[in-house]
């Protein structure tokens, strides 16, 4: 079975440019997370969607990110202007249900460069 | 203060030793806990939960203090396969959502 999908694995842009994440998640999940790895910061959940419509998305560091669900089987976080501090991997994740959100599957990641 | 705080490590064992890691969460609220571990460049992927009572899956032990706030994982026997980091995970009270704060994660590297 297809795990959950992450387009693309590697993006070095310049400052300032637009940059699209997408992601599909498991087919059949109803939850979906947007996540941002550093090393200075860890792992943090940036905003998650239930049933295509956002929940929580005060993890959104600014008004620079932005995040759509336009169907089931599609996500994409966008970054306008990109910045040299948004270089990180930014992984996708979805699960299957309330009482199993806490199991979620992650994509394997997008790791963003911003020169 | 974080909400949930690990030793980064790394902890350095041999094969077969036995290794604890410890993570304290802040919110006294929390209700769910949970171990991850990711390898090397790779996704996060869950481990185990961590159960009021302590629950075992094989070579691994997972217990939960409430009144000191910390959980624990146990790994008897390690393995080379078992290096990674393990990712401490608390779900954001009040519980009924997926949203999880992860820990930064503690390092072991299992030497032959």
């Known amino acids: 079975d297809a795990g959950v999908i992450q387009s693309p694995r590697h993006e070095v842009t310049e400052m300032g440019q637009e940059v699209t994440l997408r992601c599909k998640p498991i087919s059949g999940h109803d939850y979906l997370f947007w996540y941002r790895q550093t090393m200075m910061r860890g792992l943090e959940l940036l905003i998650y969607f239930n049933n295509n419509v956002p929940i929580d998305d005060s993890g959104m560091p600014e008004d620079r990110f932005s995040a759509k669900m336009p169907n089931a089987s599609f996500s994409t976080l966008k970054i306008q202007p990109s910045e040299p501090r948004d270089s990180a991997v930014y992984f996708c994740a979805s699960s299957f249900g309330t009482a199993s959100s806490y199991e979620q599957y992650f994509g394997p990641g997008t790791r963003l460069t911003v020169t | 203060r974080k909400e949930v705080e690990q030793d980064p490590g790394p902890f350095n064992v041999p094969e077969g030793a036995t290794v604890a890691f410890n993570c304290t969460y802040s919110?006294?609220?929390?209700?769910?806990f949970f171990w991850y571990r990711q390898d090397c460049r790779k996704e996060p992927k869950l481990l185990m939960s961590v159960y009021s009572s302590g629950n075992e899956d094989g070579r691994f032990t997972a217990q939960l203090n409430r009144a000191s706030q910390y959980i624990s994982l146990l790994i008897r026997d390690s393995k080379l396969s078992d290096s990674a980091t393990y990712l401490c995970v608390v779900i954001a009270p009040p519980g009924n959502t997926g949203k999880l704060i992860f820990g930064q994660g503690t390092t072991l590297q299992v030497k032959p």
């Open positions: 919110n006294s609220a929390s209700q769910s």
